[in-house]
């Protein structure tokens, strides 16, 4: 049973472009979540997608935005990168029937430049 | 608001010493709560949870408290190994599931 999958693994961008992240849900799970983490800081929620639609945001800008596809994995989208963009970014999965409990990824390190 | 800031509490143990790590949350309201262990390079790691209708629940080697009066938890890790090194969250999740992390702790275990 794979567990949450997230791609690439590290990313090297420039102040100004545009990046796409990847992640794939745990099997069974229908919910994700993506998350900023900063070096030596606790995630931040950015937003959250059920049935292909955001359906919590975080305190993040429009510059990042989600989707989620019928087989339910999703994609983080970040524009005009800014150095203050570099992070980890990390995906966690869970089913909106059943517990609270959420199951992380491994996250993309992501790097502006 | 979420506690911020590049320097984490740090606990350094020894081998085989219980651990017991705390933690402050902020909204009287959560219902849920969440321990998650992060190693260096991965992705948070779900420990253990506790509903605000507890006040402790034991997993195997980890016991969660709960004091909703002073807003606190606490993570207990019993006869603590090196392979528990790591980074040690708290989180709140709200009922559709947003987590709030706490501060974390740095804890290092020394054979």
């Known amino acids: 049973d794979a567990g949450v999958t997230q791609s690439p693994t590290h990313l090297i961008k420039t102040r100004g472009q545009q990046v796409t992240l990847r992640c794939s849900p745990k099997?069974?799970?229908?919910?994700v979540s993506w998350y900023q983490q900063a070096l030596g800081q606790g995630p931040q929620f950015i937003f959250q997608y059920y049935e292909e639609e955001e359906r919590q945001r975080g305190n993040f800008p429009d510059r990042f935005s989600g989707h989620q596809f019928p087989n339910y994995s999703s994609e983080l989208n970040v524009n005009a990168l800014l150095l203050g963009d570099s992070a980890l970014y990390l995906c966690?999965?869970?089913?909106?029937?059943?517990?609270?409990?959420?199951?992380f990824g491994p996250g993309t390190r992501l790097t502006v430049t | 608001g979420e506690s911020v800031g590049l320097h984490l509490p740090t606990l350094s143990v020894q081998e085989g010493d219980n651990s017991i790590i705390n933690c402050a949350y902020s909204?009287?309201?959560?219902?849920?709560f969440i321990w998650y262990k992060q190693e260096s390079g991965k992705g948070p790691q779900f420990i253990i949870d506790?509903?605000?209708?507890?006040d402790k629940r034991q997993g195997q080697r980890v016991t969660v408290l709960l004091n909703k009066t002073v807003k606190h938890l606490s993570l207990q890790i019993a006869a603590t190994q090196p392979g528990d090194s790591a980074v040690y969250f708290c989180?709140?999740?709200?009922?559709?599931?947003?987590?709030?992390f706490g501060q974390g702790t740095i804890l290092t275990v020394h054979p």
């Open positions: 989180a709140e999740s709200s009922l559709l599931g947003k987590l709030t």
């Open positions: 909204n009287s309201a959560s219902d849920y």
């Open positions: 099997s069974g799970h229908d919910t």
């Open positions: 966690a999965s869970r089913t909106v029937q059943g517990a609270y409990e959420q199951y």
């Open positions: 506790i509903r605000s209708n507890m």
